[in-house]
């Protein structure tokens, strides 16, 4: 069975207020980290089975969907980076099962890159059993993921390349001689790992920010292959 999917790493820009991630919430599955309250409320308006757990005291990772899971597991203490984390934005997961899908919405440090590729070998080691598996988060490195990280995609057969060309994240620059007016990089932050699965329909949702920096949604749809 197909199914679409809405993922993203919540900003807390102004442009980026509930208005923006309405519009995109009708999908089968959505899949958050770092949202708060706000989104939350919107997310459980629109799914009849929302699941969510405290990535730190502010956010929460989020897994919601149209169809009643088979099971749902939350991650938090067990993580390599958890304790690490705490003086970042937290990390945690939520895996959940639906027929012979699973899902693993994971957030991860960013500043440490041995702590973030031990959960990621946890995730894909321990927790992934599904043939069929998405396992989808933020791992923010830039230009492109340590070869570390793709030795354990390729130990454990996972497909981390869907968003090698996508623009997930902005950053506004400070004004330059040759940017008089300031500019904006884009960068690839955020990832779709798969198993057993095609992704098709891929998109990030631009929507520019007047300052700092932000995460973009990702939709895209997947099936078996």
Same mark, same amino acid.
């Given at each position: 069975?197909?199914? !679409? +999917?809405? *993922?993203?790493?919540?900003?807390?820009? *102004?442009?980026?207020? *509930?208005?923006?991630?309405? !519009?995109?919430?009708?999908?089968?599955?959505?899949?958050? !980290?770092? &949202?708060?309250?706000?989104?939350?409320?919107?997310? #459980?308006? #629109?799914?009849?089975?929302?699941?969510? @757990?405290?990535? /730190? /005291?502010?956010?929460?990772?989020? &897994?919601?969907? #149209?169809?009643?899971?088979?099971?749902?597991?939350?991650?938090?203490?067990?993580?390599?980076?958890?304790?690490?984390?705490?003086?970042?934005?937290?990390?945690?997961?939520?895996?959940?099962?639906?027929?012979? $899908?699973?899902?693993?919405?994971?957030?991860?440090?960013?500043?440490?890159?041995?702590?973030?590729?031990?959960?990621?070998?946890?995730?894909?080691?321990?927790?992934?059993?599904?043939? #069929? &598996? $998405? +396992?989808?988060?933020? $791992?923010?490195?830039?230009?492109?993921?340590?070869?570390?990280?793709?030795?354990?995609?390729?130990?454990?057969?996972?497909?981390?390349?869907?968003?090698?060309? $996508?623009?997930?994240?902005?950053?506004?620059?400070?004004?330059?001689?040759?940017?008089?007016?300031?500019?904006? *990089? @884009?960068?690839?932050?955020?990832?779709?790992?798969?198993? @057993?699965?095609? +992704? /098709?329909?891929?998109?990030?949702?631009?929507?520019?920010?007047?300052? @700092?920096?932000?995460?973009?949604?990702?939709?895209?749809?997947?099936?078996?292959?």
């Amino acid at each position: 069975m197909m199914y !679409s +999917v809405t *993922q993203w790493a919540v900003s807390r820009s *102004q442009e980026h207020k *509930q208005d923006y991630l309405e !519009s995109k919430l009708d999908s089968d599955i959505c899949l958050l !980290s770092r &949202c708060r309250e706000n989104h939350l409320d919107m997310v #459980k308006q #629109k799914f009849e089975h929302v699941f969510y @757990g405290p990535q /730190n /005291n502010e956010y929460n990772l989020v &897994c919601a969907t #149209k169809f009643k899971p088979d099971s749902i597991d939350f991650l938090d203490a067990e993580l390599p980076s958890y304790e690490y984390s705490q003086c970042e934005e937290g990390s945690g997961a939520i895996t959940m099962t639906i027929g012979d $899908l699973q899902t693993i919405n994971f957030a991860t440090v960013h500043g440490h890159e041995t702590l973030a590729v031990q959960d990621v070998k946890y995730f894909l080691n321990n927790i992934a059993v599904k043939d #069929k &598996c $998405l +396992v989808a988060g933020d $791992l923010h490195w830039e230009p492109s993921l340590p070869k570390s990280f793709h030795t354990i995609f390729d130990r454990y057969e996972f497909d981390a390349s869907h968003t090698d060309h $996508l623009i997930t994240f902005s950053k506004n620059k400070i004004a330059k001689d040759d940017h008089p007016n300031g500019w904006v *990089q @884009g960068y690839r932050h955020d990832r779709i790992i798969t198993k @057993g699965l095609k +992704v /098709n329909d891929l998109r990030s949702c631009n929507k520019p920010i007047s300052e @700092g920096q932000a995460h973009w949604i990702v939709q895209y749809s997947i099936d078996s292959i």
